[in-house]
């Protein structure tokens, strides 16, 4: 899992640094704007509206991809439960000594994929708890495979493949969903463009003769916690809006093993 500058960096720090970057673009439009107008005149300005558009554009557009994220983030941890759950119950089809062995590792599995979880921002843990879930699996796999040549367990073990192989691949399917992030250069870019916006919404006021800073400020301070719900949704491992819910599923498989 690759970190980045903005990865590192809290959400509520990037916000503020936002808010006040756009605050200091509104000041800077300001003074620019009362320069021209004594040098020039006043009326003589241009419209914001479309970089203004063009803001609110990009803001939906980094806003509906995190939360697309968030939702098959959440729907993958669901499916990894089902997942291990069905093989888990498979396990049931052998006899007693195989279906012990099986669960034992399915035990130690599970615990694994809640360790991945609850290791959090953690991305050392992760890939430990990570690559631990895929040595066990692989064990999983292994025993079944041999199972297979056995006449005796063949049925069993056509069943517990197909389990133990869509176990195996939804673990994959949610690490490379968890790296998948909004690009870095399209954050990058919306910063700009709002502190941009900023400087050109106000220059254009400062020029026709006034001010209105309650409004400025609120135009702000929406942009600022538009992004922040942005960030919050893209990391869910430190965010307000977190997994708990539907990891929950996964530690409720614990229950199977009482």
């Excluded at 995190?66 to 006899?95: C, F, K, W």
Aim: net charge neutral; aromatic share 10%.
């Amino acid at each position: 899992m690759e970190n980045d500058t903005l990865l590192d960096t809290d959400a509520w720090v990037i916000t503020l640094l936002l808010f006040a970057s756009m605050l200091l673009a509104s000041f800077l439009g300001k003074i620019t704007g009362n320069y021209f107008r004594q040098k020039a005149g006043e009326g003589r300005s241009g419209e914001a509206s479309s970089l203004t558009a063009l803001l609110f554009f990009l803001l939906a557009f980094t806003y509906g991809m995190s939360s697309s994220r968030y939702d098959s983030r959440r729907q993958i941890v669901v499916e990894e439960a089902n997942d291990i759950g069905t093989a888990i119950l498979r396990s049931d089809l052998y006899p007693d000594t195989i279906r012990a062995a099986f669960r034992r590792d399915f035990q130690d599995y599970v615990e694994t994929r809640i360790d991945y979880y609850q290791a959090s921002a953690n991305v050392n843990a992760v890939l430990k708890s990570d690559s631990l879930s895929q040595v066990i699996a692989t064990k999983l796999w292994k025993r079944a495979a041999g199972l297979s040549q056995h006449p005796a367990h063949l049925a069993a073990t056509q069943q517990m493949i197909p389990a133990l192989n869509a176990m195996i691949d939804v673990a994959t399917t949610r690490l490379s969903g968890e790296k998948a992030k909004v690009p870095q250069s399209i954050l990058i870019m919306l910063f700009f463009l709002a502190a941009i916006t900023s400087f050109y919404s106000v220059y254009n006021e400062a020029r026709k003769g006034g001010v209105d800073w309650l409004i400025q400020i609120g135009f702000c301070l929406l942009v600022s916690l538009v992004v922040f719900f942005t960030l919050d949704l893209d990391r869910p491992r430190r965010g307000f809006v977190n997994l708990n819910v539907p990891n929950q599923t996964i530690i409720d498989l614990r229950q199977n093993f009482k």
